[in-house]
């Protein structure tokens, strides 16, 4: 039994698209009698199987080898692709973490979606989603990595794209999907040359490949910069991170799992790439650039924000960014224990945000407060989760960026700082939220705000309780070190950001005319992060509006010289036919003076042809001569 | 066994056209129906009995006919053209069905549309080149009077430039086969036989050149290609589905079965060239689909530049590559197909096929939601997502290429990108948004009118998740033609 429940947990991904399969007569609207309501208890019930077969390969895989599965999908032409999947423990791990955030999402989603009419499409798409990245946390080949990062893709543009009916919403998948479109074809580019260099597309053949590969600086470099293109969209990080804070236009269950698991599975990719970055040190510094300018720039359009959807996700923007530093610097422990302590804390605090936003239909956070005493649940989740985030309370975030402070404290010391600093500012961003939410007066929109029905707030306290237990399933993962060995200083330091961002957060003015500051320079700065830096519209203006421009020259020449010519053909065909229909007058003199005509010129012709001697006599002036002589 | 998918269609066409007494527009179409089908079963029996094992020729049919000529009735069907034999009698069947019930003149319509059928697979299943030649321009009659006569305001224009180009295209292609017998002094233009004499190089580029213009104007390739937007736009939905679904694959076909197949040599030199065409073709065409706002226009665009991804293949002519190559084709015409019946039926209940007039179709309520729906997973299929067969037709095609053409190829794959930019532009316009007040009150979508759209989306899936099944029929053939064409290299003498 236990061997043949490990044999197939390569079946977990497939519940959920099971799943998804499942909810199609009600989301295509063929049982309408039931409401979509069964749809939905399908998709828990395959998430629950998924949740359980997994938690028991995952005991089963504590003391194991880790080994591999494959299958032979195609073999054609000598190719061979195949889909390997590896089941070790961090793979069955990270699968764990999906298929249990997705199945409290979706408990959540049942209450919090409760009045939409397209509840059968939801679950169906959630079903998609968390079938995709499990598989995703499986998989063992570039292959099979790269299609379900794209169906991730896909399955993020309809679910942010789920509300269609509204402007921003349109807009929003659209550029959801474009963006992480670029980045996903970029990674096909180097998927591709991987294959024809390496021969094989599954990681282990590929980190063999690449002790050994001898590429020209060039070529690696590119190849690197490839392959770090689709985790950089995946994960919002510089340069293709405007996705995401738009996507908080769509449901709130989904951006849950957006925040936490799926942008993860971009940084879990990016972790399983590693060993072929080695190929190429740009690429590995371009993820330490990449990442310290998400992570600063990020922490700091943060601050500015007044949508509470936005004001976390652009924390989680940062977050990934410090991931991307630790991956580029060769720390995929401390990226992993990052991203396991970021994902529950940004989990639970997104389910805190949808039931402010379910509660008040509102998500400004300028038009809240006073929430605390009528919402406990959902505060005490929100302080649970900023503390897991922050490294301030001995909880998740804190022992992960312990963790990352120590690793770098010799040998890098600037990125401490930038650890420091990201900290500091997630922390002052979250106590602003905490007290625009909860703290204050009651505003209109918060005054009658009961707390959320069971389905929401179920497993928001269950995810409450996990987030106080993460330092001892970190413990039962990687020992946490005793007291006595921690770098006092780094811990101290870690603390210290901590507090200062705490501090300046709870201290500072916060007051409606603050959100609109009088004070010119003020204004700017706020105005120049409250627009993410303005760089939507250097892409307007750069990258949309160069391919907007060529295509439109490009149908112009289309159209007009290459169309035109044709047409300019048959019109001279046309006129030429018009034109000679006159020639033919009925007078036989004149058809004989033609005919003359013709003969004389071909006569010419021809004898210029065989003869031109003759010619040049003529024009030489020769003949005139000769005959004037005579 | 062969002429079946060729004689059965045609006396039935005949029957239905010259037949003296009434036949009820209800009877013709049901009549064409059924005869379809029965070739598409026949095609389907034809597959299953095919050996795909071995590369030459199966189910020959040998008949002398004008010796004098050298023309011989010679037919025969490997890998390369098995795919496409099938994938024309199923878009025939479904471009049927999915004619308008109430369509004008319909004995003469179905008629003609069986013809077409027929000449197509004539083409596919010839193995003389004057034979090719014969049906590659009977298909043109039918064709021209199915968009001269049901189609849209400026069809005759578009007919006309249809028939001209193609007709250019045929002289240019006969030129060449004549050229090919008369200078190697063959004494037929069997094809196989053809194969094994050599030319000297020059030769060879000048019959190639006048095969490659030939051809592109039917694929279409940059620049030849501006018949096809105005012959889409203008013929009726069924029309656009064979016109993009197959009869393009015609091209291709030619270029792979007698460009690469009769001059590999001039082949593999122009080859890099080749590939740059391709590449222009493919960003050509994607971006001036961006700047479309006509839905069917710029399925149309999206085809030029995906029938470039089959140059990109064929001009690599690595054993992957023209293996993708076919497959591509299949895809394209199913991909291709889907998108066409979509729009068609988009244009039917809406009356216009304008970007910027649509909005908000998917309303489930007054929309078109299931059409929406199935037009969302035609375009990911079309920009390569994967999970449906345009994504590993497509890879096929790149990694079969890059180890040749590196740059062409990267260059090719920015034209995927792009497909996703005007596709979802698509998408985004027309189905999502508000629902606008133009387009109240549409009627209702039957299920008739998503009948074939749904089996070529299953199709499509299919094909996405299970490659094999297509991939297995063709794999010998393309594997063999490329070392055949690299040992008829080997003997050929210098110029």
């Not at chain 2, 387009?439 to 299953?458: G, K």
């Amino acid at each position: 039994m236990t061997q043949f429940l490990l044999e197939t947990s390569w079946w977990v991904p497939l519940y959920g698209l099971v799943g998804a399969i499942l909810t199609l007569p009600w989301s295509m609207g063929l049982i309408r009698r039931t409401g979509p309501r069964p749809a939905a208890y399908f998709n828990l019930l395959m998430t629950v199987l998924a949740f359980l077969h997994g938690s028991i390969v995952f005991r089963l895989t504590w003391n194991r080898e880790s080994f591999e599965l494959v299958f032979h999908w195609l073999k054609a032409a000598g190719l061979d692709l195949s889909f390997a999947v590896e089941i070790s423990q961090v793979s069955v791990g990270a699968m764990e973490l999906v298929t249990g955030l997705s199945l409290l999402a979706q408990l959540f989603a049942l209450g919090y979606m409760e009045k939409d009419w397209a509840l059968a499409r939801f679950f169906a798409l959630m079903g998609f989603f968390e079938g995709a990245m499990s598989g995703l946390a499986l998989s063992n080949s570039l292959f099979l990595s790269y299609a379900l990062l794209e169906m991730l893709t896909l399955s993020t543009y309809l679910l942010v794209g789920f509300w269609y009916a509204q402007p921003l919403v349109v807009t929003a998948a659209r550029d959801a999907f474009l963006t992480k479109r670029v980045g996903d074809v970029l990674l096909l580019m180097g998927m591709v040359v991987l294959a024809t260099q390496a021969g094989s597309l599954n990681f282990p053949d590929l980190y063999d490949w690449a002790e050994t590969a001898k590429l020209s600086p060039t070529v690696a470099t590119l190849l690197g910069l490839a392959l770090i293109a689709g985790p950089t969209g995946k994960c919002a990080q510089f340069p293709l991170h405007l996705w995401l804070d738009e996507a908080m236009e769509g449901p709130n269950p989904a951006s849950l799992l957006r925040n936490s698991v799926v942008v993860g599975c971009g940084a879990y990719v990016l972790i399983k790439f590693q060993p072929i970055l080695n190929v190429s040190p740009v690429a590995l510094n371009a993820l330490v650039v990449i990442g310290t300018v998400t992570a600063i720039g990020a922490s700091l359009v943060a601050l500015a924000q007044i949508d509470i959807k936005r004001a976390l996700s652009h924390s989680t923007s940062a977050y990934l960014g410090l991931v991307f530093i630790a991956i580029g610097q060769q720390w995929n422990g401390f990226a992993l224990l990052l991203l396991f302590a970021h994902a529950i804390s940004k989990a639970l605090m997104f389910m805190s945000v949808g039931s402010i936003i379910l509660t008040t239909n509102n998500q400004d956070l300028t038009e809240m407060g006073g929430l605390w005493s009528r919402m406990p649940a959902t505060t005490t989740a929100f302080v649970v989760g900023s503390a897991g985030l922050v490294g301030l309370l001995p909880l998740g975030g804190f022992w992960a960026l312990r963790q990352g402070v120590e690793v770098f404290w010799v040998s890098d010391p600037w990125i401490v700082a930038v650890l420091l600093l990201v900290n500091a500012l997630t922390a002052l961003n979250l106590t602003r939220v905490f007290r625009l939410v909860f703290w204050g007066k009651p505003q209109p929109k918060t005054r009658r705000a009961p707390e959320v029905p069971w389905p929401m707030a179920v497993p928001m306290v269950s995810l409450t309780v996990v987030t106080l237990l993460t330092p001892f399933i970190m413990q039962s993962w990687s020992p946490l070190p005793d007291w006595e060995y921690v770098n006092l200083k780094a811990v101290l330091l870690l603390v210290l950001s901590g507090l200062v961002g705490c501090g300046l957060g709870g201290t500072i003015y916060l007051h409606k005319a603050w959100s609109r500051s009088l004070f010119l320079p003020w204004r700017f700065i706020q105005d120049l992060l409250g627009y993410d830096f303005y760089i939507d519209r250097i892409y307007r203006v750069t990258v949309v509006f160069a391919v907007e421009r060529l295509s439109a020259i490009n149908a112009w020449i289309d159209r007009y010289v290459v169309d035109g010519f044709v047409n300019l053909i048959g019109l001279g065909a046309i006129f030429g036919g018009q034109t000679l229909k006159y020639s033919a007058s009925g007078q036989s003199q004149f058809y004989v003076l033609i005919i003359l005509l013709g003969i004389s010129f071909f006569g010419f012709l021809m004898s210029w042809l065989f003869d031109p001697s003759l010619f040049k006599t003529i024009f030489d002036g020769e003949f005139w001569r000769l005959s004037l002589s005579q | 066994m062969l002429s079946a998918l060729i004689w059965v269609p045609i006396l039935s066409a005949a029957v239905l056209g010259f037949w003296p007494g009434t036949i009820t527009p209800k009877a013709s179409r049901q009549l064409s129906l059924i005869v379809a089908s029965a070739v598409f079963v026949w095609s389907l029996v034809l597959a299953s009995q095919f050996n795909p094992g071995t590369a030459s020729q199966q189910f020959s049919e040998y008949i002398p006919w004008i010796d004098s000529l050298g023309l011989t009735y010679h037919l025969g069907v490997d890998g390369l053209s098995l795919p496409l034999l099938v994938l024309n009698s199923l878009l025939t069947c479904i471009a049927i069905y999915s004619t308008d019930k109430s369509i004008q003149r319909p004995r003469f319509y179905y008629a003609l549309l069986l013809l077409l059928n027929a000449s197509v697979a004539g083409a596919f299943v010839a193995q003389d080149l004057l034979l090719f030649f014969l049906f590659y321009e009977v298909e043109l009659i039918p064709l021209y009077l199915l968009i001269a006569i049901w189609g849209g305001k400026r069809r005759g224009y578009a007919a006309t430039k249809f028939l001209i180009y193609t007709a250019i295209s045929g002289i240019l292609i006969l030129a060449a086969f004549f050229g090919l017998v008369l200078l190697s002094g063959a004494s037929t233009f069997a094809y196989e036989p053809l194969r094994n004499y050599t030319l000297p190089l020059t030769t060879q580029f000048l019959l190639l050149g006048a095969l490659l213009v030939g051809f592109g104007i039917k694929i279409p390739l940059v620049p030849f290609h501006t018949w096809l937007p105005d012959a889409h736009v203008e013929a009726s939905t069924p029309i656009s589905v064979l016109l993009a679904g197959v009869l393009l694959k015609l091209g291709t076909y030619g270029l792979l079965r007698f460009g690469l197949g009769l001059f590999p040599e001039a082949w593999s030199i122009w080859a890099p060239w080749l590939a740059i065409w391709a590449v222009v073709s493919v960003l050509y065409g994607s971006f001036n689909a961006i700047a479309q706002t006509d839905m069917k226009k710029m399925v149309a665009y999206s085809s030029v530049g995906h029938m470039g991804y089959i140059l990109l293949a064929a001009a690599a002519a690595t054993p992957l590559s023209l293996l993708a190559s076919v497959f591509q084709m299949v895809s394209h015409g199913l991909i291709s197909g889907l998108l066409f019946l979509l729009v068609g039926v988009v244009y039917k209940k809406t009356g216009t096929r304008d970007i910027d007039i649509l909005r908000g179709l998917l309303n489930p309520e007054r929309g078109l939601p299931v059409v929406g729906s199935l037009m969302v997973l035609g375009v990911m299929a079309s920009a390569g997502l994967p999970g449906m067969v345009g994504f590993i037709s497509e890879f096929l095609v790149f990694r079969g290429s890059f180890a040749v053409f590196p740059t062409q190829t990267l260059l090719c794959m920015v034209g995927t990108g792009l497909t996703s930019v005007y596709f979802l532009l698509l998408v985004n316009r027309v189905f999502f948004g508000r629902l606008s007040k133009e387009v109240e009150n549409l009627p209702q979508v039957q299920w008739s009118d998503r009948a074939p759209a749904i089996i070529l989306a299953a199709l499509i899936v299919m094909l996405g998740l299970q490659p094999n099944w297509m991939v297995r029929w063709s794999e010998t053939t393309t594997t063999t033609m490329m070392l055949n064409s690299q040992e008829l290299t080997a003997n050929s003498q210098p110029f």
